[in-house]
């Protein structure tokens, strides 16, 4: 029997703080420099939105961020590791991106729509989890940043057997106030 003492539940915290945390520094709004336009940096590629921007991830099943402005800005996208570039399509046009420091930027007008396609690379990786008598040798399959299946896929709640193939997350603003930093 476990002793209640030892049970400090502070991942239970820190697990949704990181969570909060995530959501919060996935898009960063600069303010307006020479282009008179903020920069809105996407750090994190998947569903979020804020006053300026609104971001559809359909990662991992494919390297695709459907990207609405509220307000004229200068879209700066972080990619996967190692990918050269990517290429935005919006009103009609595509436009081959170069990335630089990781990221890619183009411009968006108010009330227009960017889909930025990029390249997802899947890759297999092995691993060995765990100590002493309860070692096990695992393999995973990757396509871009994402963990996309397990093998072999554990004894008690099988991780990574979801669909990969599923539509994006639509996002929405929070409800409530929002609150700048915590």
Sequence with gaps: HLDATGLMQCCNAAGTRALYDLWRYALE????????????????????ENPVLRVVSYE?????LRISAREDCVVAVRLPECTPGAVVVSAGRAQALKAADGYVRFVLNA???????????????WYEVGAGQKRVQCV?????????????????????????????A???LPAGPVVASL
Excluded at 111 to 125: F, K, Q, S, W
Aim: proline fraction near 14%; avoid cysteine.
């Design 29 to 48: 709004v600069k303010p307006a420099s020479g282009s008179g336009r903020p920069e809105v940096s996407v750090h994190l590629r998947f569903s979020v």
């Design 60 to 64: 991992p099943a494919e390297g695709r």
């Design 111 to 125: 009330g227009e729509m960017g889909d930025l396609h990029y390249p997802l690379v899947e890759r297999t990786a």
């Design 140 to 168: 995973a399959r990757w396509r871009g940043e994402a963990v996309i299946g397990v093998e072999p896929p554990g004894p008690f709640y099988p991780l990574y057997q979801a669909v990969t193939e599923a539509g994006p």
């Design 170 to 172: 639509e996002p929405g």
